[in-house]
């Protein structure tokens, strides 16, 4: 199988919208121990914060993951030039369950290089929750190093 990036359409940015802020509520509630209702008000307002424009925010960019065999698409990425160095940066890769496990996030990783160097830039960085271990195991696989770790202890 074999994927390809396309730019996101207004309508795909809608639906890209309705499932990130949820998703990464999810994961806030988890992580910085927050009710789910804080957890997805903060969400909100940093989506808010960070796309005024929404999918016309300059120095974001969004692709729609396809399946070049079916013409599905099976997930969606957002990158975004933070002034970091000549480096994009990660806010949101999603793959669609049934798209999962099947060796796809490799291919994905290696086509968002392939689309930075397109870009202008030649680097990305991302943030992944500490629980997210499949992740981070995508990450680690697709030669991504750690470069900081936050730590908790609650007691």
Do not use: C
């Amino acid at each position: 199988m074999t994927i390809l990036l396309k730019n996101m359409t207004d309508s795909e940015y809608v639906k890209f919208i309705e499932r990130s802020i949820p998703d990464y509520a999810k994961d806030k509630e988890q992580s910085d121990n927050l009710t789910a209702e804080e957890a997805l008000d903060s969400a909100n307002k940093q989506f808010k914060e960070l796309l005024p424009h929404g999918i016309n925010t300059p120095k974001h960019f969004f692709f729609s993951i396809i399946d070049s065999e079916s013409k599905q698409s099976i997930g969606d990425v957002w990158l975004a030039d933070r002034a970091m160095k000549g480096s994009l940066y990660i806010f949101d890769l999603f793959l669609a369950k049934e798209a999962r496990g099947k060796g796809l996030g490799k291919l994905v990783m290696s086509e968002l290089e392939v689309q930075t160097k397109k870009l202008g830039f030649n680097a990305l960085r991302l943030h992944v929750f500490g629980h997210n271990t499949v992740a981070r195991r995508l990450y680690e696989s697709a030669g991504y190093i750690t470069t900081n770790i936050h730590m908790l202890k609650e007691f």
